[in-house]
DNA sequence: TTGATTATTGAAAGTTATTTCTAATAGAAA
DNA sequence: TTTCTATTAGAAATAACTTTCAATAATCAA
């Protein structure tokens, strides 16, 4: 569906988001520009919650507000270039889209928070085969699985 | 793990309760039976939230806060009773716990919030599976399909 | 059964992630 | 450029919880 190729410099992805948002009569704005950045430089397997985003930028020196992020996050998740993810309580965790096919899932432990990315067919499979079966029309799926990491088993003496 | 029985009556259900939390030094009050009598009451595939319980409550004349109500489902979560779902955004929803082995998903229409429920082995056992491979303890999964149901479909001519 | 102990309650105040509002600013099309 | 209007920052507002605390009530022991 979208073509996230993240090894395309940033420029490139400047102009095919600009390019993206100005077919709806939106802008690529300064703000929008650092946003994305962020998520295009971060590695695989990191998200990125509002909060991350305004400490990151606001890091650098430069000036964000809350407003603009939250406001930038929905934009993309609209478009469809990001995703929602559910990970730690009490606030949303933002990742790059990638297609469908190499759509990836979460396993965190709800003690110290970590995440491992993990990819399994037979859960795409399964989220197609039962939007299919009752004429829904797919739009995405979370699988989440919820655990204590071996580190935090440990230390639970 | 629990022996959650919906059909024995409600007494049952209450002495069964009120053991398992005098086990931990906790109390069964009236305020706790009211809201496992809604859930034991309420048909699989619904969910109640915090605002739900508290109007089925208060409907029916009797009297609840809502500190009462979110001090009760946490318990009931930690014990093991409950489940917390994310379904619609904004608000957690609650459902009883039932076994691993009958553990069963969500499929959920973002414009209506349609929810059918459905089990899938396959992704149990990945969850299982996922879980094992990195030492992890499983705790709980979810897995949320997210689309768009077929009235909304048609009605978004 | 009765009283002592202490978990639990309701009401109100507090918290926090997110959203809305508004005047000022700045992309993009002409 | 200039015009048009989407977007911004910052402050105020919202919504879903959470905490606090004095009063109440479930449980245990006698």
Redesign the interface.
Same mark, same amino acid.
């Given at each position: 569906m979208e073509s996230n190729n993240l090894d395309v410099n940033l420029a490139n992805q400047h102009d095919i988001l600009r390019s993206r948002l100005n077919q709806e009569g939106l802008r690529l704005t300064g703000p929008r520009q650092k946003i994305l950045d962020l998520f295009v430089m971060t590695s695989e397997g990191e998200h990125l919650s509002a909060e991350d985003i305004y400490y990151q930028v606001t890091t650098k020196g430069e000036k964000i507000s809350y407003s603009t992020i939250y406001r930038a996050l929905h934009m993309m998740v609209d478009l469809g270039i990001m995703r929602e993810v559910?990970l730690a309580e009490g606030r949303k965790y933002y990742e790059l889209r990638t297609s469908l096919a190499k759509q990836h899932?979460h396993?965190v432990?709800?003690q110290c928070g970590e995440v491992?990315e993990?990819e399994?067919h +037979?859960?795409t499979?399964?989220?197609q085969q039962?939007?299919l079966g009752?004429?829904? #029309? #797919? +739009?995405?799926?979370?699988?989440?699985?919820?655990?204590?990491?071996?580190t935090c088993?440990l230390s639970a003496i």
């Open positions: 559910e899932h396993l432990c709800v491992h993990f399994d +037979r859960v499979k399964a989220s039962e939007t009752h004429g829904f #029309l #797919l +739009r995405d799926c979370q699988f989440t699985v919820y655990g204590i990491c071996q088993q």
